[in-house]
């Protein structure tokens, strides 16, 4: 069995290995069956890596206490292997030669298209950083949601190795990780090559990380669209268009950057006029943000279409192509947790400061932060063949309240019907036009002109005479 030396920073680099989503630390002391679990729960899940010779952090004095010879470990590699039912293909393993602590022994465990058991029968699922046994309708969920390989595994039979292995980006990688292997054997390990016909070739996952100009390589269109729209309606022309859509192109995480500071001038930007007063908007970045990594990770690069994000007068709409993947649906969608794209997911993760940081909880983050941003939670839609993302920019407040705080910071102004609709994000006319009229009633607000028409009134803040 293959045997690797790594150098003192790589031990180092494992060492300060945190657990989650995607990598396990055990010691080599872990019964076979307990260490069983956690490496179905990977290959349920979507993948990972397992180190066995590492003592928790927990624990006083050296860590690295590895296997004396291969054969030790020959327990753990049989029940692995062989008493996983069914059995799990093309797992990666190795030794990992420490120089003086022993061998460690790595699997490197692909995400499975079958369902997979311990020996006792149980089903684990891997969810952050530990293992959670699943059962009955919830295994049949799994189930379903397996089934091809994923399409960032497939094989480009015209992309040569060699310009990929020359990739800066991939030097780039490399270097961030700290990895000393060769470039083919790094692409190898991480499943960024897929053999067909006896051949390795880069697979879609490959390109998407590591080629300079995936759009130019791939067959189908990968891009991110950004629009700039002067309207609040639902459907909108070309001519409330500011400016062409801004096309931004590149390997992930070049796309990633710079589709979030494209959106970032857009919406430092984002106000509307009323009469001759400006309304600024503002959104919370780590909401965009999140809502925007994960509209890249998880769109369904089969599809022949970019993602489509548009900023408009009164919400930012990230439509991304493919619909939920998996067992995932708009009821669970704070509480479940699918990659379409585990390979690409997994790899922006392991790079230490990861657009992806909390596996799973990015939803969480964009909610929590339109929250404290005082601002309704994300609107989630399924289309014919996109996941469609809203962000309102429509406040928890109520109407009413909305309409006295505008008063407070301009006591002189007025205000209509249309501009508590665009202040509040309250798109009912009906519920706003009662909101004023409750208002007047309570004698805080008055029309500006009692003769105006119904659609021209304006209202002041009724002046209450000095004490």
Avoid at 220 to 227: D, G
Wanted: proline share 4%; with cysteine; net charge negative.
């Amino acid at each position: 069995m293959d045997v690797t030396r790594i150098e003192k920073d790589e031990m180092n680099a494992l060492l300060d290995l945190n657990e989650d989503h995607f990598n396990d630390i055990k010691s080599k002391r872990i019964a076979p069956a307990k260490l069983q679990e956690t490496f179905v729960a990977f290959a349920n899940s979507d993948g990972g890596d397992l180190y066995i010779g590492i003592e928790d952090k927990s624990e006083k004095g050296g860590r690295l206490i590895g296997f004396d010879e291969q054969e030790e470990a020959n327990a753990i590699i049989s029940t692995l292997l062989e008493e996983t039912n069914p059995a799990v293909e093309n797992v990666l393993i190795e030794f990992l030669d420490t120089q003086g602590s022993g061998l460690l022994l790595h699997f490197g465990i692909p995400k499975s298209p079958k369902v997979h058991y311990t020996a006792a029968g149980d089903c684990y699922i891997r969810v952050n950083a530990s293992k959670k046994k699943i059962k009955g309708e919830r295994i049949t969920q799994l189930g379903y949601s397996k089934g091809a390989e994923p399409y960032e595994r497939r094989a480009l039979n015209d992309v040569d190795i060699e310009d990929i292995k020359e990739s800066k980006l991939l030097a780039a990688y490399m270097y961030h990780v700290g990895t000393h292997l060769e470039p083919e054997s790094f692409l190898r390990k991480q499943r960024l090559l897929t053999k067909k016909d006896g051949d390795w070739h880069p697979n879609v996952g490959c390109i998407l990380l590591f080629d300079e100009e995936p759009q130019a390589t791939l067959e189908t269109r990968c891009a991110v669209k950004v629009y700039r729209l002067r309207t609040t309606e639902k459907e909108y022309k070309r001519e409330q268009l500011e400016e062409m859509p801004v096309t931004i192109n590149g390997a992930v995480e070049e796309i990633i950057a710079n589709t979030i500071d494209q959106v970032a001038k857009y919406i430092d930007g984002a106000s509307f006029q009323d009469g001759e007063k400006l309304i600024k908007l503002s959104y919370p970045a780590d909401a965009l943000k999140e809502i925007l990594v994960n509209a890249v990770i998880h769109r369904d690069y089969s599809l022949n279409d970019d993602i489509h994000v548009r900023v408009f007068d009164n919400r930012v709409e990230i439509q991304s192509p493919g619909k939920l993947p998996g067992y995932m649906n708009l009821s669970n969608l704070y509480e479940e947790r699918f990659s379409r794209n585990p390979n690409l997911v997994r790899m922006l993760h392991n790079l230490p400061n990861p657009v992806n940081h909390d596996i799973g909880e990015g939803l969480d983050t964009a909610k929590n932060e339109l929250k404290k941003a005082g601002l309704v939670d994300p609107i989630f839609e399924e289309k014919e063949n996109s996941f469609v993302v809203t962000i309102k920019h429509q406040r928890l407040a109520s109407v009413e309240d909305v309409i006295l705080q505008y008063f407070e910071e301009n006591p002189e102004a007025t205000i209509t019907n249309k501009l508590v609709r665009q202040l509040s994000g309250e798109d009912d006319m009906q519920k706003v036009k009662l909101a004023l009229q409750k208002l007047r009633a309570n004698n805080i607000i008055k029309p500006e002109d009692e003769k105006a028409s119904a659609f021209n009134f304006r209202y002041v803040k009724i002046k209450l005479p000095p004490a």
